[in-house]
DNA sequence: CGTGTCTTTGACAACGTTGTCATTTGTTAA
DNA sequence: TTAACAAATGACAACGTTGTCAAAGACACG
């Protein structure tokens, strides 16, 4: 690798003249400038990034961390966000996982130390609360998807209470009023939260909100379900009294109602209105009709949380705001006005 | 940050010593290492990756550039598979897209270069050809899921042509004779090879293969692509002498194979055998039957391809091998055995 | 021409680590 | 007891960069 002496030597100048180039100082003579320039080019010299960190710069280099477990593809958009927005600072991304695994995540928080990076980024696969392994860790820490169960970090989240509630409002104001809903595990603390926003919606109508018409679409533990959407829906539509609405923990939910649907001949959205949670749009632009839902603002939450990461570095150590992203209707073709 | 000298001033001790005892080296007294072992835990020690790099040790860090425009989750698999192959090696991941813009990758190289990575994966969101941007970078390049055009690179590649022989045999052996095609763009390298290892079954089969029965699923530019799939599938069905299987370009493809199929009031497997590619969880295990697809093996990509960047670093520079790794057929209940 | 000021350049140290080599301490054999 | 040797430890330089400060050169003004 080309080093600075090896241009200056060439160029016939000191080091610190061409280090000043490199690094635009502007106190220095036009014509020297030019003539390095080329010699820089020449050589094809690119700054050596350990040695100007361990001078004492500002590391450029964030952690990205993440518990993915998970063979669902669903939070890709958060690594893409962050890394957008790092793009713009000309910063870049360390990345590793700990694979839920609490001896490997405090490996990784050494290995993060020991990059000196920046700031790390604790994304997690889905909403819930996560603990931070003791990191020993001086730098920022932000907690994207997941929140401190102390709240003593700052987060960033979906804002699932209204998401919950986008999505009941939509088939409410479209008429529905024997409703169905198909949620994910108790366990999950979106579930919860998007129930309360499902009641808020429901009271603001002048609707009670029937638990009995609240069924789980999986079952078992959290590495290990079953779905068993198809045959719970399909039990729903037998009923003489059949919803004329479903509202889904998640497009995958739906795409299992889709199936019990077709299967008992009911026409979307004709027979039954279905709206979904994520805007996975490998479901939701595929599914014939395309499927109403709900986004998940997974790359914003990226986005933010870098941000957030690199304002936090000015912030005394008590900073720990509780950031919100609101979750968006998306409109497309699964859900009908009743007349 | 704790620095190996203000450890050794604690335990009155050199810095080469506790610089000793940090790296295992066993040239040091029993009594020492333990006592001065303390102190590097009570300080909470952890070496600076900078200032070991600048001493000339080899990298720990590796590059992966993708060029992941897509909103396809697709090959975060490929991620994790380097991930695996790195863990394993205590080595990390610097990661950055270059959304499919040339500036953006030049750019990345000038980075990757700057932290000088020992190696650098470039993965492709699907399988083609990619010309690396002249990256000026002696350390070794390895391609996942893209070759280089004049095959001066290691790559390591799905084998498309076996998927689609697999594929295509696999229903063959069901008794299928009417057997519809339904491909994705055929800009695509992949859907080339498929074609060639369907061919190849039915040659085999003694079985002409009938372009007619082929269509795309697919129309306008690989950037903005719409899919009428669910259009040609209910066309195909009409047909009097309408298939008894469908192949699919992809598990998506099949997505919408189904809503075709339970319009027209078809039932899968009963009246048709569908198989997919890709076998992307969220959709063939999803489906209602589930589905019996052609998986991608991109976790084993990433993978190998880490696998391989580590040793071709003690190969000369015509290293240049092109690996393929099966596709692997993954059988659930969307095919039927023709009696 | 001398003085002061501004511009441009360079010498040097320091960042934290480890390889090289020298020094000190301990151990064994004669 | 001493010489020879091995084990344990440390002094120092070097990696590539940039901050600090000093020096040299350029220029204007009286």
């Not at 000043?20 to 106190?27: E, K, S, T, Y």
């Not at 920022?140 to 709240?151: E, G, Q, R, T, Y």
């Amino acid at each position: 690798m080309v080093t600075l002496r090896q241009v200056a030597e060439r160029a016939g100048v000191s080091i610190k003249t061409v280090s000043r180039i490199v690094n635009g100082d502007p106190a220095v003579n036009v014509k020297t400038r030019d003539f390095v320039q080329v010699h820089l080019q020449n050589l094809n010299y690119i700054p050596n990034q350990a040695a100007r960190q361990m001078r004492g710069a500002v590391s450029t280099v964030y952690g990205l961390m993440t518990d993915a477990v998970a063979t669902t593809p669903y939070s890709v958009d958060i690594v893409r966000g962050a890394q957008a927005a790092l793009i713009e600072k000309h910063q870049t991304l360390l990345i590793a996982s700990t694979d839920g695994d609490a001896a490997r995540e405090a490996e990784l928080w050494q290995t993060f130390r020991s990059h000196r990076v920046a700031g790390v980024i604790y994304a997690a696969m889905f909403h819930k609360a996560h603990e931070v392994g003791n990191p020993a860790y001086d730098q920022s820490i932000i907690l994207a998807n997941c929140f401190a169960p102390n709240n003593d970090r700052p987060s960033i989240l979906p804002d699932d209470e209204q998401g919950g509630y986008t999505q009941a409002k939509h088939v409410l104001k479209l008429g529905h009023r024997r409703i169905g809903v198909i949620t994910l595990s108790l366990d999950i603390v979106a579930t919860k939260l998007r129930r309360q926003g499902m009641q808020r919606a429901f009271n603001e109508a002048g609707v009670s909100y029937n638990l009995a018409n609240e069924r789980r679409g999986v079952v078992g533990l959290l590495d290990n379900q079953t779905l068993v959407i198809f045959e719970v829906a399909t039990e729903m539509f037998k009923s003489h009294n059949r919803p004329t609405a479903i509202i889904c923990g998640n497009d995958q939910i739906a795409m299992q109602v889709y199936s019990a649907a077709a299967s008992m001949g009911l026409i979307i959205p004709h027979d039954l209105s279905v709206i979904g949670f994520d805007d996975l749009k490998l479901i939701s632009e595929t599914l014939r009709p395309q499927l109403t839902t709900v986004a998940l603002p997974y790359y914003e939450i990226g986005h933010r949380a870098v941000e957030l990461s690199i304002s936090a570095r000015e912030q005394d150590e008590n900073f720990a705001p509780r950031i919100l992203i609101p979750c968006p209707l998306i409109e497309r073709k699964s859900c009908r006005k009743l007349s």
